[in-house]
């Protein structure tokens, strides 16, 4: 029972949708199994640049069926924007795209909520994209949410949607915004699900069939590890689990069908939105700063970027059980005379390990660094791992010793081939 699970080792935007584009070639089932539409992995291939949030990334090889669990929350005009997207570059879909009925929706309330809850924190907002992901996952928690199977029985749909849309205006009111009306939403998602409808179908026997078949399948992490609930830096985190585990309870998938766990992790480290980024290059004078900082698929936003930490990484291979790291964008480090690596914190001065801490005090240790040398060369043409400047060679052999994790791929760009298997 062949099952790979790609994830992000750091907080999310390490370069999953490459990864997974990457590997997909090689794969008969890729799925997503948590997540919503706050994930956005970026693929550049021969078709284009194409920046996809739910249809997964091996929908770009023909012989590959794709997957969205249960575990996913949906919004259905992202989605079938995103097929209509993909069929207007002769993207066939077909049959290839099969949705859980047991996933479940994200309303227009959720997302409006989104934005009413981050605007009464203030201060304390946790930097949430607002799309309604948080929201949406609450109320399938607490007995709340209405799934693909509601809306697809009409009458059992328009009887749970007026007590959310009551429940709901009452607080929308409350927190100072326009009540919503069921009328439009009734009919915009039955709309939605007659249109997605081939595509409705559980999935549960279909994974079972492809496990007892020995089909090989790639699983597709949305976030970063850093960003679980539970394991992350609370309350700066995402809706629904990150972590490997989570395969079994958004897709259906045993623990013991897992046979690799692929993390992959930025060169450096970044972060969108507010919480503890301990090796945040703060200096505007410094070089670094600017380099290290990049534009977020999903939002838009600056992400802010530090130095590489170790000790997240270290701690996201050991709570997922990672078998091998995928290190992305060592290009962008060639620009540098030195480069820092964060080996473990200092923290009211004792060291301190990521477990110890929670997100408040993450945010006041003081990053213990290990300085290596630059490399100064480009890079980017480099497709053999004996061909890369020893520099490179050596900060990448540091980064695994730190880890505990081989480096078994590096990529050098964000094309599909600008990837070096070791």
Known sequence: MPVTIVLGAQWGDEGKGKAVDFFARDFDFVARYNGGNNAGHT???????????????????????????????????????EIETLRATHIRIGKRLLISPRAHLIMPYHKILDGLYEQAKGAGATGTTRRGIGPAFADKVSYNGLRWSDVADETLFAEKLRVQVELKNKIIVALG????????????????YETLKPHIVEIFPVIQRALNANKKILLEQAQGSLLDPDWGTYPFVTGSTTLASAATAGLGIPPRALTRIIGVAKAYTTRVGAGALPTEVHDDADPARRALQEIAATTGRTRRGGWFDAEVVRFSSQVNGTTELFLTKLDILSQFDEIKICVG????????????????????????????????ADISRVRKYALLPARARAYVETIEKLVGVPVKWISVGPERDTTIKR
């Not at 249809?55 to 079938?80: E, H, N, Q, T």
């Open 177 to 192: 915004g326009q009540p919503l009306a069921f009328e439009k939403m009734f009919t915009d998602y039955r709309g939605y």
């Open 345 to 376: 914190y200092e923290f009211n001065g004792k060291r301190a390990h990521y477990h110890d801490l929670d997100a408040y005090q993450l945010d006041q240790v003081k990053p213990i660094y290990r300085t290596l040398r630059g490399w100064r």
């Open 43 to 81: 693929v550049i291939n021969d078709l284009g640049e194409f920046k996809i949030h739910l249809v997964p990334s091996g929908i770009f090889y023909p012989r590959v069926k794709c997957l969205v669990g249960g575990g996913v929350v949906i919004d259905p005009a992202v989605l079938i924007e």
